[in-house]
């Protein structure tokens, strides 16, 4: 038997990878389980393009 359970979404600070400058920026991540993926809406505050198909570099770790 399957388990409905779902594992709930959380936002995390993080760096990603802007596709338009080849720069690595500061933005919010969604992690869910081990799933990340770089929040909608957000853009590059070098260049103001969509983060939206950013590459996730690296997410913040608790100290």
Do not use: F
């Not at 933005?27 to 929040?39: D, E, S």
């Not at 070098?46 to 690296?58: D, I, M």
Request: hydrophobic share 40%; aromatic share 4%.
């Amino acid at each position: 038997m399957k388990s409905t359970k779902t594992v709930p979404i959380e936002e995390v600070a993080g760096k990603a990878y802007c596709y338009m400058c080849t720069h690595t920026v500061d933005a919010i991540m969604l992690v869910q389980g081990q799933l990340a993926r770089t929040k909608p809406g957000q853009v590059c505050p070098r260049c103001k393009a969509s983060l939206n198909a950013g590459a996730v570099r690296e997410l913040a770790e608790a100290a």
